[in-house]
């Protein structure tokens, strides 16, 4: 099945002379479950996709379908809490709040969706973790691949159909990073999670199901490596 599909999806910033296509004419389809790298040059237009993706922001043309829903057909409301509840995002400077405590940082899509925690499955997400003592903590009082598990927390509470992630080892050392992408493919293989990961590390890339390389606003290659 299908979780994600892309169709002809062009993003041009800026107007006359300044313009610049960022993405030009780009479609692919991402099966349930899939750990996708996507690979590409600086300024290849990954960012972009991944936004678009997660509904951050909004294409100069084409489609993205998540679970067969035009996510670009929904008004702006609608569009806040597909995001909310669908796409689980991780950047690689954390973005977690800096006066909410771990806790806080992880349920917060729940409470802005007035949804009750389920303490059975935040309890099991914090323990694969390893954040169970530091609940209380605040994102300061934490080490960087602390921060980057926290956001990995953030972005599973509410079961989203797509994990994107954004350089998520961009900022961490290789012990801290092997750690956290360990985290996003358990996450990815025992929960089935779909998961598309922005990466210049070929180790990361090497241990995805496929692989799809962008330049200059294309697909450039796009190769399976675990069927
Ligand atoms: N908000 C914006 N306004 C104008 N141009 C932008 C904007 N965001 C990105 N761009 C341009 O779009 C192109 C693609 O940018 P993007 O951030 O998607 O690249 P990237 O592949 O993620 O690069 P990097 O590996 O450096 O993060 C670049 O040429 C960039 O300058
Ligand atoms: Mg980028």
């Given amino acids: 099945m299908d979780i994600l599909k892309i169709e002809h999806l062009t993003k041009m910033y800026g107007k006359g002379e300044t313009a610049v296509k960022a993405l030009d004419d780009v479609s692919f389809s991402v099966k349930k479950g899939e750990f996708v790298a996507i690979i590409g040059p600086s300024g290849s237009g990954k960012s972009t996709l991944l936004h678009l993706l997660g509904g951050v922001d909004r294409p100069t043309s084409g489609k993205v379908l998540v679970d067969n829903t035009d996510i670009y057909n929904l008004n702006e409301t609608q569009l806040a809490i597909f995001r909310r509840r ?22 917060l899509p729940l409470l802005l969706d007035e949804h009750q925690v389920d303490k059975k ?107």
């Fill in 121 to 227: 499955q935040f309890y099991e997400i914090v323990k694969i973790l390893k954040l169970e003592n530091r609940l209380n903590h605040l994102p300061n009082q934490l080490s960087g691949g602390q921060q980057q598990r926290v956001s990995i927390g953030r972005a599973l509470i509410s079961n989203p159909a797509i994990m994107l992630a954004d350089e998520p080892t961009g900022n961490l050392d290789s012990k801290n990073s092997s750690e956290i992408i360990d985290l996003l493919k358990m996450f990815n293989k025992t929960y089935k999670q779909t998961l598309l990961v922005i990466t210049h590390d070929e180790r990361i890339a090497l241990q995805a199901d496929r692989v799809i390389a962008i330049e200059d606003g294309r697909i450039a290659r796009d190769e399976v490596i675990r069927p």
């Fill in 86 to 107: 669908q796409i689980g995002l991780i950047y690689q400077f954390y973005n977690l709040i800096p006066v909410l405590t771990v806790e806080e940082n992880i349920t």
